[in-house]
């Protein structure tokens, strides 16, 4: 059975830096491509960043330059390195795997549909 465990959320202060891990199980995580999303209360799930099995990142624009998507394959493990936080980055982050193939490039990544298995989340949450 396939198990994405995100960890690493907790209290941020505005600019500060904080770094998500998730972990999988199940699957031969190589082969897996994996994604961040998050989502706010009230709000819609969005696409946050993606690594592909070969290692390709990709990232929503609000999230540029601040946050880093990378991953162990030795560990099986994914990480989302955030820094400079901002308000907004404070919701529940969830990691996502899939076995497709993104045909679309960076269009096919961001869609949550695209993703076959997905973490419980962790919240981050802003501190002033």
């Known amino acids: 059975q396939v198990q994405l465990v995100e960890s690493g959320g907790g209290l941020v202060q505005a600019g500060g830096s904080l770094r998500l891990s998730c972990a999988t199980s199940?699957?031969?995580?190589?082969?897996?491509?994996m994604g961040w999303f998050r989502q706010a209360p009230g709000k819609e799930r969005e696409f946050v960043a993606a690594?592909?099995?070969?290692?390709?990142?990709y990232y929503v624009d609000s999230v540029k330059a601040r946050f880093t998507i990378y991953r162990d394959n030795a560990k099986n493990t994914v990480y989302l390195q955030m820094n400079s936080q901002k308000p907004e980055d404070t919701p529940v982050y969830y990691c996502?795997?899939?076995?497709?193939?993104?045909?679309?490039?960076?269009?096919?990544?961001?869609?949550?549909?695209?993703?076959?298995?997905w973490g419980q989340g962790t919240q981050v949450t802003g501190s002033s």
């Open positions: 690594i592909s099995r070969n290692g390709g990142t």
């Open positions: 199940g699957r031969t995580f190589s082969t897996y491509a």
């Open positions: 996502a795997g899939s076995m497709n193939s993104f045909p679309r490039g960076y269009y096919s990544y961001s869609q949550g549909a695209e993703y076959d298995d």
